[in-house]
């Protein structure tokens, strides 16, 4: 088994199936849950589904449990993996990594290190996405949680919603005036802090410049380092579309993706968010 090291993150992560299978990655699935039933997030429903149905009930979502954390860990320890390299969702933002240091506190024999990622969907994709080639690459445990850690602290998320509405209900609105919305327009362009909280990195005046002030904010940061760059969006693929060619004529941008937020992401920002994920070229590379 190739560097003998599992990795696995949680569903938030917002991965591809194609990438998630190539890679052999181990996703922990969030919960959406409404009244009356749940699903297992990317698996049993999808983000149209959570949108179409906000009309007549706003789920809940609910973090993985130790039992179910154990049980994957129990599982891989059996397939032969000797090393546990698990990634998610901040701390500021789920419990899902308390469930993962609670299950790896049972199995004290083998060597198992979970990192907050302190981000959110493609931020912690990214992480992920790097913490596999560098396994690919024969790299052992230690080197890879360097190169994740500087990852990390170099990785900006920037994005912006339709309504505060979600974030709000949902309790995930960290250092975001709550009111700020509903005075004037005004849309907070919301970023990741290092504690892994939003807050508002800026305040723009109507949806339109809120995208363009994001496009803004990657010039800026295309003037310093050539950069790699994740456009995702949840229910608002023509604004995504828009912000993600507008960034491809930027010659400093090296590397661009386009993707969706899943259904967990999609229950706590609602429909109409657009964000971006970036690092400098060459952060944590070999």
């Known amino acids: 088994m190739e560097g003998k090291i599992a990795l696995v993150t949680d569903s938030t992560s917002d991965l591809s199936n194609e990438f998630v299978e190539k890679n052999n990655i181990h996703v922990l699935p969030l919960k959406v849950v409404y009244q009356d039933r749940e699903y297992l997030d990317r698996v049993e429903i999808t983000p149209q589904e959570v949108y179409e149905s906000l009309e007549k009930e706003v789920p809940s979502t609910s973090m993985p449990s130790v039992g179910e954390v154990t049980e994957l860990f129990a599982k891989l320890i059996k397939n032969g993996y000797q090393e546990i390299l698990s990634i998610h969702i901040s701390s500021g933002l789920s419990g899902t990594i308390n469930s993962v240091r609670l299950a790896a506190a049972n199995f004290p024999s083998v060597k198992i290190e979970v990192i907050d990622s302190k981000s959110i969907s493609m931020g912690i994709g990214v992480l992920v996405q790097e913490a596999a080639n560098f396994i690919k690459k024969g790299m052992n445990l230690p080197a890879v949680v360097e190169k994740i850690h500087e990852l990390r602290e170099n990785m900006s998320v920037v994005f912006v919603v339709k309504t505060l509405e979600y974030l ?82 930027i010659k400093r941008i090296k590397d661009i993706h386009f993707g969706e937020v899943g259904p967990v992401i999609g229950v706590h920002t609602g429909p109409g968010v657009v964000g971006l994920v970036f690092y400098p070229e060459g952060s944590g590379s070999v």
Do not use: C, Q, W
């Open 168 to 249: 709000k209900r949902g309790g995930r609105i960290g250092y975001v005036s709550a009111t700020m919305g509903s005075i004037l327009d005004l849309k907070p362009i919301i970023a990741v802090n290092d504690e892994g909280k939003y807050f508002t990195l800026a305040k723009v005046r109507g949806r339109k410049k809120s995208i363009d002030k994001l496009i803004e904010i990657v010039k800026e940061t295309a003037e310093k380092n050539i950069l790699k760059l994740v456009v995702m969006h949840g229910d608002a693929k023509e604004e995504a579309k828009y912000l993600f060619d507008e960034l491809k004529k």
